[in-house]
């Protein structure tokens, strides 16, 4: 009895934010798409360890070639995980290539590995590898693991994958937030002021919500002067993406500013003496604010299906760095694909990453949904 | 005003279940409410159109160097001579040397109306001087004007999957919550706006190579070229269209099933629901006649942003399935820098999309009597 009590008063003390995530904890869809994101970001952000290669170490043998397979028994006995290196083999009549494994020499998987040296989050430096070949059990050298097989310049997909999310994911998240700022921001000014600047911010975003997008982003980073570095090409890619996404916010957040500024809640502060700007952002600010976050969510997934669009066409990240667009560049054509269906492997994260951006936004929305 | 439609509370009208309603709401509607809306819609078109060719404008600007220039930079490189005159000549045309408003104004203006006495219309004989495109080697109207037709034909066939696939799953979805064929359409529909476009359409070209022999590239077939599309072939041109069909619309209908699914999981818990079922009104006419009406109202509205993203999802499509509409013509103009050719098509994307947008308010206005009393526009 005194327990129930007590979770009943607790439901009616606990704030928004711990009802909503109640709310999502039951949600499991939502939670399991939760932590596999937690999984890709925390892979990105540890790329370098988890890659055993990096960007741009390839070996001319390995072109095109399908994941390596990875073999526990070497001649009838149990030696753990390991590969054969690859033979290329040309057939003299019509000059076709054939790679085959050359099981006189295993080459152990190894944990822990001396590999390329990078540094962990940027500063510290380090060049141990989650896992790697070393050299193979007759002292040869010269197999690589490649999990997803190789790209045409016999660079390692898995690899690239990885370091690839790191623009991939980022980049999305980074314009989010920026759409994020802009949209509150104008959002606010637009439904708070009304009138003339009302009309006038509306029909600038009717404007741009109504030039197709794809065009639009084509247009825009066709200004992108060519040859800039990496870093730079990353920040006009992020507010390019930004620049386009803001408005959907904005409607939203002035929506909420029309629907709430003449609440009774609201009349009474203002009757009360707080100030405009403590009203605003006390007191209908969080009103709409999982909303916000909700819509943010939900607006991830397009910006990256977006970025690797226009990095497949050419438009965005470029080579050398390196998106999940850029490695789709690979697989443009049918033929490619016949060939080589492995390289398509990096649409598989592009969807589970979208999926699990989908499912966590509806998972938020009904929790945020204070009727349900 | 109206509050954007994602976040304003749509429909609990009691004139919903007044008898003969729709009859004389129709009649007195279109008396004076829909003349007046329509105006007045109307007339917003116009600043919207300005403030469109001023974002156009700001992007055929973008490029560093000057256009004429830089076109005539390359003629240079190809070892052309260009004599001064000419030069000058296409300066003027252009308006080059004037302010950056002014030349605005410039364009505008040549594109509204350019006088008989142009140098613009002895050449092409119109009067709608959209500038001459370098990349075609022609004036730019009449490389927009070769797609334009199919561009809106192959649009609207892919508008119309939409919302003939959408909404019936949709109303589906939401009369049997929870249910298998509920989970499913998610999930299709999920899948379909997962998937970048470009991908599904060379995976689903792979796979009708090796079911049925064709790739299906292009919506032509060499005879249709030759002969024209007739009836004949016209089965032909739909077999092409399948894979644009599939590829293009699956993008949005996850959108439209999502949002007339939860609206009507909201309209039929509803307290003018109830009444109705209370009152005997048999379940079908509940879900068909008043949720429905109510629950399209979003979907409705989202028109504009649905036309602008099949221009979009389009784009990159076309490039990869090799199909004839604008899409590819924007994106080689971008490439070669021919910005005023590429400003037009954009320009004439974002008109088609108001033009949406326009409808999808005159409807609206006629589903959701409150718009038009409080004066509507948005």
Partial sequence: MAKKLKTKEDYYLASQWTLMGRKLKKHKLAIAAFIVLA????????????????????????????????????????????????????????????????????????????????????????????????????????????????????????????????????????????????????????????????????????????????????????????????????????????????????????????????????????????????????????????????????????????????????????????SWGVLLQEASSVTDVAANPHKLIPILFVTITVLAFNFLGDGMRDAADPYK | MKESPETCE?????????????????????????????????LMFIPTLLLISILVFFVIQLPPGDYVSAHIAALATEGEFVDADYAASLREDYGLDLPVWQQYIKWVKDIIWTPTDSAYYRLYGSHHNWKFSFAYGRDVWSVVEDRLGLTIGVTFIILLFQYVVSIPIAVYASTHQYSAGDYISAFIGFIGTAIPNFILAIILMYLSYVWTGNANVGLFTQEMLQNGIHLYNFGDFLKRMIIPIIVIGTSGTCGIIRSVRAQMLDEVSKQYTLTARAKGVSERTIVMKYCFRAAINPTVSGLGGVLSSLFSGSTVTAMVLNMQIQGPVLFKALQCQDMYLAGAIVMVQAVLVVIGILFSDIILAFLDPRIRYSGGGR
Wanted: hydrophobic residues 45%.
């Fill in chain 1, 39 to 322: 999984i890709l970001y925390l892979g990105a952000l540890f790329a370098d360890f988890l890659a055993p290669y990096s960007l741009e170490e390839y070996d001319g043998i390995y072109r095109n070639t399908a994941p390596s397979k990875v073999h526990v028994m070497h001649e009838g006995e149990f030696v753990g995980p390991f590969i054969y290196s690859l033979e290329k083999t040309i057939n003299r009549e019509d000059f076709s290539v054939t790679m085959s494994e050359n099981t006189e020499e295993y080459y152990k998987v190894k944990f822990f590995v001396h590999g390329c040296e990078y540094k962990i989050l940027g500063f510290i430096p380090c060049d141990l590898h989650l896992f790697g070949v070393s050299e193979g059990s007759k002292g040869g050298s010269g197999a690589k693991i490649m999990l997803f097989g190789a790209d045409s310049l016999g660079r390692d997909i898995f690899s690239r994958v990885l370091l690839g999310s790191r623009i991939s994911l980022s980049i999305p998240f980074a314009s989010a937030f920026i759409s994020l700022f802009l949209g509150i921001t104008i959002g606010s000014i637009s439904g708070y002021f009304g009138g003339t600047t009302d009309i006038i911010i509306q029909r600038i975003i009717e404007v741009i919500g109504a030039v197709p997008q794809i065009p639009l982003w084509m247009a825009l980073s066709a200004a992108i002067p060519a040859g800039i570095s990496t870093v730079k090409m990353y920040f006009y890619m992020t507010l390019i993406l930004s620049f386009i996404n803001w408005t959907g916010m904005a409607r939203i957040v002035r929506g909420k500013f029309l629907s709430l500024k003449n609440e009774d809640y609201v009349m009474a502060a203002r009757l009360a003496g707080v100030s405009t700007w403590k009203i605003i952002w006390k007191h209908l600010v969080p009103g709409f604010m999982s909303y916000l976050i909700v819509s943010l969510t939900l607006g991830i997934p397009g910006s990256i299906v977006g970025e690797t669009s226009m990095s497949y066409l050419g438009l965005g990240i470029k080579s050398p760095a390196t």
């Fill in chain 2, 10 to 42: 749509v429909s609990t009208s009691p004139g919903f279940l007044q008898k003969g309603y729709s009859m004389t709401a129709l009649k007195e509607f279109l008396k004076k409410d829909l003349v007046q809306y329509i105006i007045k819609r109307v």
